[in-house]
C-alpha cells in the first residue's frame, strides 16, 4: 500500500514537472495545414496579437501571430505596429481549426508613384456608380477619391461598402496618385454624422 502511495506521489510529481516546462504565454501547437500562403490588403488591426487581411478572392481571413511570428518589407525585419490598414502583404500561415497563425508577413512595397497620403475631410457626395467619393478637407478643398477593388471601408470598427457611405461624415482616407487620380487605398469613418 505504501508503494502504491509513493508511486501516484511520484507520477503526480513528474506530471506537474512537465506541464510547469512550458512556458508561461507559449504558442499553442499548430497541427493541420501547414504552410499555405495568403495575398491581400491589410484591413485592420485587433489589439497587438489579430489582424483582419481581405485576400485578392475578396474574402476577409482574421490572423493571428504568435512570438515567432516574422515581419519583413523590402528584406528587412519590421514589427507588428508597421502594418497599416490598406498596406499589400503577402503572409505564409498554417492553419488549426478555425484558427489562422501568421508565420511570417511580407509587408507590399508601393511603387514610386503610389506613395500613401493621408486625407481628412467631409463626404460631399458619393457616386456609387462610378466608385467616387468627394471629399471637402478643412481648407475647403474638394478632392475626388476614386475606390477600387482593394479598398477597404470602415466604420465603427466594422467593414462596411461603399454604399454605406453618406454625405456628412467626417473621414480620414488614405490615397496613391496614380495616373492623376486619387486612388483610395482605405477610408475609415471617424465620426457618425449628427
Given at each position: ?29 499548430v497541427?493541420?495545414?501547414?504552410g499555405?500562403?495568403i ?20 474574402k ?12 519583413l ?33 511580407t ?38 477619391l476614386?475606390?477600387?477593388?482593394g ?30 487620380k ?6 475609415v ?6
Amino acid at each position: 500500500m505504501r508503494r502504491l502511495q509513493t508511486l501516484s506521489l511520484v507520477l503526480a510529481t513528474l506530471a506537474l514537472a512537465f506541464a510547469c516546462t512550458a512556458p508561461a504565454g507559449a504558442d499553442p501547437p499548430v497541427r493541420t495545414k501547414k504552410g499555405t500562403t495568403i495575398r491581400g490588403r491589410v484591413v485592420k488591426l485587433h489589439g497587438t496579437d489579430r489582424f483582419v487581411v481581405r485576400t485578392t478572392s475578396n474574402k476577409e481571413v482574421i490572423l493571428r501571430t504568435r512570438t515567432a511570428t516574422k515581419y519583413l518589407r523590402n528584406n528587412r525585419a519590421v514589427r507588428f505596429a508597421d502594418l497599416r490598414a490598406g498596406v499589400p502583404v503577402t503572409i505564409l500561415v498554417d492553419e488549426d481549426g478555425d484558427v489562422v497563425y501568421a508565420n511570417s508577413v511580407t509587408l507590399g512595397e508601393l511603387a514610386a508613384d503610389e506613395d500613401v497620403t493621408t486625407l481628412e475631410g467631409t463626404i460631399v457626395r458619393v457616386l456609387e456608380p462610378d466608385h467616387q467619393i468627394i471629399v471637402r478637407t478643412p481648407a475647403r478643398k474638394e478632392v475626388i477619391l476614386f475606390a477600387e477593388k482593394g479598398t477597404t471601408f470602415t466604420l465603427d470598427d466594422r467593414t462596411v461598402r461603399l454604399v454605406d457611405l453618406r454625405p456628412g461624415m467626417s473621414v480620414k482616407a488614405k490615397y496613391a496618385v496614380k495616373n492623376k487620380k486619387h486612388m483610395a487605398r482605405s477610408i475609415v469613418v471617424t465620426k457618425r454624422r449628427r
